[in-house]
Structure formats: C-alpha cells, structure tokens
C-alpha cells in the first residue's frame, strides 16, 4: 500500500474531492487535511503545518500547493495583505519536510496570479468589481509598450481610471506573489523539491501574467533548470496531473499517448482563458502527467481524443454553434469510429471534450450515447477550461491503465458526464434563468438554496434519462450541494450499477490490453 499526501489548492469538489474519488483505491491511500479554508477565508496555516508534519511521516510521495501552504488557497492568494517574512517562513516547511522525510518525493505546484479580463470581485479584490477590465487592459498595454508599442495614451488613461490606491494595492500583490514564486525555484534547485508546475491561471498572450511567466522563465534558465520546471495553462486540474506522473514513476513506467483531434487545424487553435496553441498545451500536460508522447496509435498506450474546433473556441452555454470551425471541419462521426476501433484493439481511450470552454459538447455526448460508448471508454472531461478538461481526461486514463476501470472509476466516469455535459453545459443555465439568478450575483441566498439544489438534481435526472439514456437505467444521482453557495460549481456524487453485459465487455477489453502488452514484451526481446 502507498500512501501520498496531498495539500490540496483550495476546498472545491475538483481539488479536494476529485482526486480521492478517482485514485483512492486498490494499493493506493491518498491523506488531506480534514480542515481547508473556506472561499475567501485562508486556511490556518499552523493546522496545514501540524498535519504535513503528522502526515508525511510515513508518506510515499508529498503533492502540495504552494498557494495553499503560503497563502491558505487560491482566492487568498488574490487577496492577502501579508508581508514577505511571514510568507518565506511558511515557504520554508518544505525545509523540515525534507529534512524529516529524506526519501519522500515532493512534488510542488504553484500559480502565476491571474489577471482576469472582467469586472467582478467574486474572485478579485473589491476594486476589481469596477476596475478589473482596466486592470487587465492596463497590463496588456504595459505589455505590449516594453514589446515596443507606443501605447503611453492608453495607460495614462487606464492609470487615471483605476485610481492609484487600487493599482498601488494590486502591483504590490503582484510583486510579492511574483517574488514568492521566484524563491520557490531555489527550493527546486537544492532538491528540496523533486518537481515543480507553474500552472497559468486563466492565461492570455499578453498581460501582466505574461510579464511575470517571462522573469520566471528567465531565473530558470539562469538555474539550468529547464529540464525540471514546466510552466503551461492549468491550475484546478494540477493535483490530479502530478498525482498520474507519482503513479506513473512508482510504477516505473512512461505510458505512450496518442493524440487523435476531431480536426487537424486545432492543433493551433489558443483556447479561451489561454495564452499558447492547443498543441503545445497538451504536449506539456502529457509531459507533466508522467507520459510520452507518439506520432503512431498503433504504438500507444493511451488514445486521447480531442474535440476542439479549428478556430474561436465559445462558450458551452451558446452551443451548438453554427460556424464552420465547429461543423465543417471537425468530423465527429470518423472520431466515434475511431473510438470503437481503438477500444477493440485495447487501447485506453479518454476524451478531452475541449470543443468549448466551460461545459461539454452535447452534439458529441449524443453520438458516443447513440454508439453505446459512454462507459466503454476509459475517460471523458469537459469542463472550465481546456488544461482542466486535459488534466482530468489524462488522470482518468492513467487510473484505467494501471487499476481497471473499477467501480469507483466508472462513477467518477458518470459524474463527469452529469456534471461536465449535463450541468456545466446545459443545467447551470436552465436552473439559473428559472430562479432568474443572474450572473452578477455572487451567492444564492440561504433561505432557497435547498429549492435550487432540488432542481438542479430534478433537471440532473432528466439529462440523464435523454442525453445519456444508454446508461439511464443503470445509474443514479445521489447528492447535489453547492460548495462555494453559487451556480458556477456544484458537488456532485452519482453511481453506475454495473450491468452483466458492461463487466463482459471489460473484461474482453482487459484481454485485448493484456496481449497488446505481451505482444509489445515479445517485440522488444526480438529487437
């Protein structure tokens, strides 16, 4: 048995609860914290120290976000007004770790701080609510000036619109947070670490997370540690990332990956909430996940299939979208032949549903429900941004390589497709205009957030029943809360029953997978 510890990013379902969901099983204990912070309350850093301390006594292999153990979460890590000394202190656990647990690895992940091109302060300090569109616009035009641009106008007048007192606050956050990652890297370099990700957090080209991503890049190359740091767009997905490649390395094995797109001109194509191509964005999450990367399906391990189109990625909630990047040139009916083929040979086949951002592609979950393929594959996610949905998709395939596809992993299968297909892409809009919740409105009110949850489950089992009407009668919904009391995420727990006819199919598929991999073993000892 294995035991890894992990400090989640913050307490939301896909950070806390996903990886325990999916990976908790078999030859593998995962320990966290019983006690997080909450929203935007910070956790308390000298219970996440008692812990840590506790925990990884016996531990295998550490995950732990730097967000977390420095600022208490993801959202403080927006908003705190703690000094340097203090934070440096925190950073420095990883020193007693170390020193207390010689042979655990320790595997660490960190964000660049976001810069959101939106007027909010759900997330963002108070100021952002108001300013937030200038701020981002301001770090673009900051930007694009140092690239040579005359852009001297413009940021005087973004200056003057935001106000000195909220631009001084917000330059001062950042030049922290930015310091903190930069020190992190010593701890990389000494190998106090054992691996770091710098994962982008709703990332653009251009902006003030750019500018920091370049001075990270460049203290990297000045340590030599290009080899060692990888910096791609993610964040809620990165636990589960790190969590494949411990898997991976206890395993002693690097899975090959085939990449299948449903159109080729994807490859370029930058997602929404992103700053680099489609392509190099999947090569890093391979990479980070502890896989290869092959040009042929033939010599792979693990299929993923890709649903992105050629061009301007949108919004789930406005699908089915009538542009000829989405119908003309992505062929979804080769894609779900390709599906079947690869799984009758005994491929591990996962999809990285990324033709939209925030929710799942209904057109193609109704064709993988008309071809009876929904809980035949080994991995489907689609939801908040394309490295989320790579992340996930990856993690599902390492689990069904080295465990199966288990019970537990075929209700975490089921949960993606109820809450990535069914809430996040059609749900969360439905129930939001029938209680007339508007976007801008951060929290449902206590008094009629169990009448919302009703619904939400009530229209839950209705695309369940129509959309995935393959499964319907073998699966069951049986929790729905909302974590953070608001639309954009809910907890959800569902169960597949598992019928005779789906454990027939697994196990010829196992068999399938079983003499590939003899057939493999025989070919290397021929060559």
Same mark, same amino acid.
């Given at each position: 048995?294995?035991?890894?510890?992990?400090?989640?990013?913050?307490?939301?379902?896909?950070?806390?609860?996903?990886?325990?969901?999916?990976?908790?099983?078999?030859?593998?204990?995962?320990?966290?914290?019983?006690?997080?912070?909450?929203?935007?309350?910070?956790?308390?850093?000298?219970?996440?120290?008692?812990?840590?301390?506790?925990?990884?006594?016996?531990?295998?292999?550490?995950?732990?976000?730097?967000?977390?153990?420095?600022?208490?979460?993801?959202?403080?890590?927006?908003?705190?007004? =703690?000094? +340097?000394?203090?934070?440096? $202190? &925190?950073?420095? /656990?990883?020193?007693? !770790?170390?020193? *207390?647990?010689?042979?655990? %690895?320790?595997?660490?992940?960190?964000?660049?701080?976001?810069?959101?091109?939106?007027?909010?302060?759900?997330?963002?300090?108070?100021?952002?609510?108001?300013?937030?569109?200038?701020?981002?616009?301001?770090?673009?035009?900051?930007?694009?000036?140092?690239?040579?641009?005359?852009?001297?106008?413009?940021?005087?007048?973004?200056?003057?619109?935001?106000?000195? =007192?909220? +631009?001084?606050?917000?330059? $001062? &956050?950042?030049? /922290?947070?930015?310091? !903190?990652?930069? *020190?992190?890297?010593?701890? %990389?370099?000494?190998?106090?670490?054992?691996?770091?990700?710098?994962?982008?957090?709703?990332?653009?080209?251009?902006?003030?997370?750019?500018?920091?991503?370049?001075?990270?890049?460049?203290?990297?190359?000045?340590?030599?540690?290009?080899?060692?740091?990888?910096?791609?767009?993610?964040?809620?997905?990165?636990?589960?990332?790190?969590?494949?490649?411990?898997?991976?390395? +206890?395993?002693?094995?690097?899975?090959?990956?085939?990449?299948?797109?449903?159109?080729?001109?994807?490859?370029?194509?930058?997602?929404?909430?992103?700053?680099?191509?489609?392509?190099?964005?999947?090569?890093?999450?391979?990479?980070?996940?502890?896989?290869?990367?092959?040009?042929?399906?033939?010599?792979?391990?693990?299929?993923?299939?890709?649903?992105?189109?050629?061009?301007?990625?949108?919004?789930?909630?406005?699908?089915?979208?009538?542009?000829?990047?989405?119908?003309?040139?992505?062929?979804?009916?080769?894609?779900?032949?390709?599906?079947?083929?690869?799984?009758?040979?005994?491929?591990?086949?996962?999809?990285?549903?990324?033709?939209?951002?925030?929710?799942?592609?209904?057109?193609?979950?109704?064709?993988?429900?008309?071809?009876?393929?929904?809980?035949?594959?080994?991995?489907?996610?689609?939801?908040?941004?394309?490295?989320?949905?790579?992340?996930?998709?990856?993690?599902?395939?390492?689990?069904?390589?080295?465990?199966?596809?288990?019970?537990?992993?075929?209700?975490?299968?089921?949960?993606?497709?109820?809450?990535?297909?069914?809430?996040?892409?059609?749900?969360?809009?439905?129930?939001?205009?029938?209680?007339?919740?508007?976007?801008?409105?951060?929290?449902?009110?206590?008094?009629?957030?169990?009448?919302?949850?009703?619904?939400?489950?009530?229209?839950?089992?209705?695309?369940?029943?129509?959309?995935?009407?393959?499964?319907?009668?073998?699966?069951?919904?049986?929790?729905?809360?909302?974590?953070?009391?608001?639309?954009?995420?809910?907890?959800?727990?569902?169960?597949?029953?598992?019928?005779?006819?789906?454990?027939?199919?697994?196990?010829?598929?196992?068999?399938?997978?079983?003499?590939?991999?003899?057939?493999?073993?025989?070919?290397?000892?021929?060559?």
């Amino acid at each position: 048995m294995k035991k890894i510890v992990l400090l989640p990013l913050d307490e939301r379902p896909c950070n806390q609860d996903f990886p325990r969901r999916l990976f908790a099983h078999g030859d593998l204990t995962i320990c966290q914290p019983s006690e997080l912070g909450q929203y935007k309350k910070p956790a308390d850093f000298n219970k996440l120290k008692a812990f840590l301390l506790e925990a990884c006594r016996d531990a295998d292999a550490l995950i732990i976000s730097l967000d977390m153990l420095i600022y208490g979460g993801l959202i403080p890590s927006r908003l705190h007004h =703690e000094r +340097l000394d203090s934070l440096r $202190q &925190r950073l420095a /656990l990883l020193h007693d !770790l170390r020193t *207390e647990n010689p042979d655990m %690895l320790i595997y660490g992940f960190q964000c660049i701080l976001r810069c959101p091109d939106y007027n909010s302060d759900e997330e963002e300090p108070d100021y952002y609510e108001t300013a937030g569109q200038a701020i981002h616009a301001l770090g673009v035009a900051v930007h694009r000036s140092r690239l040579g641009e005359k852009s001297i106008r413009q940021i005087a007048r973004l200056r003057a619109e935001i106000g000195q =007192e909220a +631009l001084n606050d917000y330059i $001062q &956050r950042r030049d /922290l947070n930015r310091t !903190l990652n930069l *020190e992190t890297l010593k701890y %990389l370099e000494d190998h106090t670490l054992d691996a770091l990700v710098i994962p982008r957090d709703d990332s653009q080209e251009f902006g003030y997370p750019a500018m920091d991503e370049e001075l990270i890049r460049q203290e990297i190359y000045t340590l030599d540690m290009t080899d060692r740091v990888l910096i791609y767009p993610g964040a809620d997905e990165v636990e589960l990332t790190l969590l494949a490649r411990i898997i991976n390395q +206890l395993h002693s094995r690097k899975p090959k990956v085939y990449v299948k797109y449903a159109c080729d001109k994807s490859r370029e194509l930058i997602p929404l909430y992103e700053g680099c191509s489609l392509e190099t964005t999947i090569k890093y999450h391979i990479m980070s996940a502890g896989f290869q990367s092959t040009s042929s399906y033939e010599q792979a391990d693990i299929v993923l299939v890709i649903t992105a189109p050629s061009a301007s990625m949108q919004e789930a909630a406005f699908q089915p979208a009538s542009s000829a990047a989405y119908t003309v040139d992505r062929l979804l009916a080769e894609l779900i032949e390709f599906i079947r083929n690869r799984l009758e040979e005994g491929k591990v086949v996962t999809i990285g549903d990324d033709a939209y951002a925030n929710g799942g592609d209904l057109d193609f979950l109704h064709l993988l429900n008309k071809a009876d393929l929904l809980m035949k594959i080994d991995g489907y996610a689609g939801w908040n941004t394309n490295a989320n949905t790579l992340g996930t998709a990856l993690a599902e395939a390492c689990d069904s390589f080295y465990y199966g596809k288990t019970a537990q992993h075929q209700d975490f299968l089921l949960q993606r497709y109820l809450e990535d297909g069914g809430y996040c892409a059609k749900v969360r809009q439905t129930v939001s205009e029938a209680f007339k919740i508007r976007p801008a409105e951060h929290f449902i009110q206590s008094d009629r957030e169990a009448v919302v949850c009703d619904r939400i489950k009530v229209s839950l089992q209705q695309f369940l029943t129509q959309a995935l009407s393959s499964i319907a009668t073998v699966s069951s919904i049986n929790h729905v809360s909302l974590p953070w009391h608001r639309m954009f995420e809910i907890n959800l727990e569902a169960t597949h029953h598992a019928t005779a006819g789906s454990a027939d199919l697994s196990a010829r598929t196992e068999a399938a997978r079983t003499e590939a991999a003899h057939s493999e073993v025989a070919a290397s000892a021929k060559g």
